[in-house]
């Protein structure tokens, strides 16, 4: 049962929302366009914001329907390897080509179910820190990190196995935009320039 609910969260994990968005509505491939990231951040700077909560709202649900599953069968499991599992489907979808997002809410999915007050502590320092920033992807690291360092004074030891995967995963989805921001060419979220990204939709009602 427990291989089973893995893979039934990586595979739910694997629904590439914002390339389905993309495609049906806009005609494109959000993978073209923008940072290139099928997540929410780059639909709302490309297919813009009902399109972005639209993508939020179902890469949360992935996340926490994964780590719900074995509360359900009642099986006795970290239910945030099963979030885990759908962080990896997130972001290495079998359904995309294995080109997917950086999982930032699919995690944040995982956690309302699995550890809240994780939850709350790890989502506060990302919005602080691309507040202070400017960077989502600075923000989006610190949510390992945050994960990492409340691990380190939990007693409970998967917690903390996990915590470390996950912070060197995040450190390395996020390598380009760490390669870019050495270069001096990763993007803050003030810059105007990123509306010229925006794409509008096949059908201008929408």
């Given at each position: 049962?427990?291989?089973?609910?893995?893979?039934?969260?990586?595979?739910?994990?694997?629904?590439?929302?914002?390339?389905?968005?993309?495609?049906?509505?806009?005609?494109?491939?959000?993978?073209?366009?923008?940072?290139?990231?099928?997540?929410?951040?780059?639909?709302?700077?490309?297919?813009?914001?009902?399109?972005?909560?639209?993508?939020?709202?179902?890469?949360?649900?992935?996340g926490a329907l994964a780590a719900y599953m074995p509360?359900?069968?009642?099986?006795?499991?970290?239910?945030?390897?099963?979030?885990?599992?759908?962080?990896?489907?997130?972001?290495?979808?079998?359904?995309?080509?294995?080109?997917?997002?950086?999982?930032?809410?699919?995690?944040?999915?995982?956690?309302?179910?699995?550890?809240?007050?994780?939850?709350?502590?790890?989502?506060?320092?990302?919005?602080?820190?691309?507040?202070?920033?400017?960077?989502?992807?600075?923000?989006?690291?610190?949510?390992?990190?945050?994960?990492?360092?409340?691990?380190?004074?939990?007693?409970?030891?998967?917690?903390?196995?996990?915590?470390?995967?996950?912070?060197?995963?995040?450190?390395?989805?996020?390598?380009?935009?760490?390669?870019?921001?050495?270069?001096?060419?990763?993007?803050?979220?003030?810059?105007?320039?990123?509306?010229?990204d925006r794409i509008p939709p096949k059908n201008s009602?929408?």
């Amino acid at each position: 049962m427990f291989w089973l609910l893995l893979l039934a969260s990586y595979l739910i994990g694997s629904v590439p929302t914002a390339l389905i968005v993309g495609r049906l509505v806009f005609g494109v491939d959000i993978r073209d366009h923008g940072s290139k990231n099928p997540g929410a951040t780059n639909t709302l700077r490309v297919l813009g914001k009902k399109s972005a909560i639209f993508v939020l709202l179902i890469d949360l649900t992935k996340g926490a329907l994964a780590a719900y599953m074995p509360i359900y069968f009642n099986l006795e499991a970290e239910p945030l390897y099963f979030g885990f599992a759908a962080v990896v489907g997130h972001c290495f979808p079998i359904f995309a080509g294995f080109r997917g997002g950086k999982a930032i809410a699919t995690t944040a999915g995982a956690l309302l179910i699995a550890n809240f007050p994780l939850l709350v502590i790890a989502y506060i320092t990302f919005f602080l820190v691309i507040f202070l920033t400017k960077y989502v992807f600075f923000g989006s690291i610190t949510v390992g990190l945050s994960m990492l360092v409340y691990s380190l004074v939990s007693p409970n030891f998967e917690l903390e196995l996990i915590s470390f995967l996950f912070t060197f995963f995040l450190i390395y989805l996020h390598r380009s935009n760490i390669r870019n921001f050495i270069l001096g060419i990763e993007p803050k979220i003030s810059d105007k320039n990123l509306q010229n990204d925006r794409i509008p939709p096949k059908n201008s009602s929408i």
